[in-house]
């Protein structure tokens, strides 16, 4: 067991470096811009706009662009909007008036030399309909009013199309001459399934990976207590403890994690590509064929069928002892992993992908432990300012958020990164998945853990204990993060600033109240069988070491 825990231990330290990743993200979308503030004319929010390509009557594909800051404001129902027939502009930059002759058809049009709004005026008094301006990058751009611009009043809508799209439509505009486009921009609802989905799947897997680790702790302090009355020397008690695999961190480990993090989070910003993506699955496929593995065992060994080949071993080079189960598990989860990472590109592979991190989570959180307050406050306190930084701080200094453009994957012709739980958003129009990184489940979980297993040694109710207000904090805080999510139209949020005020505040708080601040800060768990409330009032004479 040691060495197969070591074993899940090095790989989870392989991933490490990005279970911090911590993001709640929910699609593509386009945001407010500061920068440019708004003034008449030139008050349009910025929108996703839908543009439908039909050549001869029939619909063939379908582009994304972006709304401008000024014209006319686009339809949101698609039964709405009228299909327009299609022209190219002569010249292509349309600085100056068109030389072909527009009767409400919509222009397509190249970046140039002169203004959105030049453009714009230009069309519109050539009899246009709607202006499509094609950019030169690969990228949607936000059309703004120049300041020394008077004349912002444009009657018809203005959308800009990527390159790629703009190339694909001149294809089929070269291929027939009847070529049209319908342009809507459809309200994204208020709250979507997923985000429901998603915080149940968050709080359900700290939920189980708290239980299974504090009855672990305490079948250890059983097992611990029976040695000793049996008249077993505090060396074969620590020997006991050590042997089970637990990983105790400390505030040093804590805050070279943090650091290793940031780190490593930088290199995947300034070298991401395929190659690395082809890394992290790799890297992810470890950790969870390792972690279905363990919580497959650890599930089949509360049936009596299967005790005895749980509990009968066979001797593995460079694993050492392994259970006749876990050889027949093994396979099993391998072949899974192999398989989603050869189909994650399809459209169900999300749900593999959260069934392997689910594993992992929960066995990272069951071996994983933090052993007092004051090591989870320095974690969570760094995490905390880590996600700021690297979120929010970064645009200072890379012009990007980093943490952002690694999550999406930018620039590696993938879906983002494995190390998310992800649900595609079921009723939103523009498709899009909702996606938590590891971070925020396993930093406050490794909190919430601890919480249950100072409960459950401490022989507390579940009232008077600390994890069940630890778990109402954790998921108070992932629900204000998804209704920040939603107060900023969908732009990424650090989950965990606003879920370690919450959880950390709560059990501080409810501690120093209590008067259990010191014990939960420094000793964390009981100190030898009993618990230091247990031990003060069944051993009076026995002087505390508090």
Known sequence: MELRSRALYCSFCAVAVLLCSSLVFAGDI???????????????????????????????TEFVGVGARFGLTLESKEKRANQIRVSL??????????????????ILVHRGK????????????????????????????????????????????????????????????????????????????????????????AVGTILCASYWSAWSAREASIEQDKLLKDGSDEYLS????????????????????????????????KFMSHLFIEILVVLFCIGGVEGLQTCLVALLSCFRWFEPAAECHVKVPFLGAVSYLTLAVSPLCISFAVLW????????????????????????????????????????????MYDIFWVFVSKWFFHKSVMIVVARGDGSGEDGIPMLLKIPRM?????????????????????????????????????????????????????????????????????????????LGTLITLGKTRGDLKHLWIRGEPDGRFCPHVRLHSDEKQPSKM
Request: glycine share 8%; net charge negative.
């Open 30 to 60: 386009v945001h407010q811009d500061d920068v440019a503030p708004k003034r008449p004319g030139c008050d349009n929010n910025f929108v996703l706009v839908k543009v439908p390509i039909w050549v001869d009557g029939e619909e063939i």
């Open 89 to 106: 502009a002569d010249p292509p930059d349309c600085c100056s008036v068109p030389k072909n002759k527009l009767t409400g058809e919509a």
């Open 114 to 201: 002169c203004s959105f709004i030049t453009k714009a005026n230009v069309a519109e008094a050539a009899g246009a309909s709607a202006l499509l301006i094609i950019n030169n990058q690969t990228e949607l751009f936000k059309m703004v009013c120049e300041a020394n611009e008077t004349d912002v009043i444009v009657g018809i809508p203005v959308v800009m199309l990527p390159k790629d799209a703009g190339k694909s439509l001149k294809l089929s505009m070269s291929n027939s001459s009847n070529v049209s486009i319908q342009m809507y921009s459809p309200h994204r609802p208020l709250v979507d399934v997923a985000e429901v989905f998603l915080w149940l799947m």
């Open 238 to 269: 620590k020997e006991t403890h050590h042997s089970s695999g637990v990983v105790d961190i400390n505030i040093l480990s804590a805050i070279c994690f943090i650091m290793i993090a940031s780190c490593f989070l930088l290199m995947l910003y």
């Open 341 to 384: 990472a050869v189909y994650r590109g399809v459209s169900f592979a999300w749900i593999g992908q959260d069934i392997l991190g689910i594993a992992l989570i929960i066995t990272v959180l069951q071996i994983i432990r933090v052993p007092n307050l004051k090591v989870g406050t320095v974690l969570l306190g760094c995490a905390f």
């Open 427 to 503: 009723f939103d129009p523009w498709g899009g998945y909702s996606i938590i990184g590891f971070g925020d489940i396993i930093l406050p979980g490794l909190l919430v853990a601890f919480s249950l297993r100072y409960d459950w040694l401490c022989k507390k109710s579940l009232k008077a204990g600390y994890f069940l207000w630890a778990m109402l904090a954790y998921g108070l805080g992932l629900l204000v993060t998804y209704v920040a999510l939603n107060l900023m139209d969908g732009h990424g949020q650090p989950a965990l600033l606003y879920i370690v005020p919450f959880t």
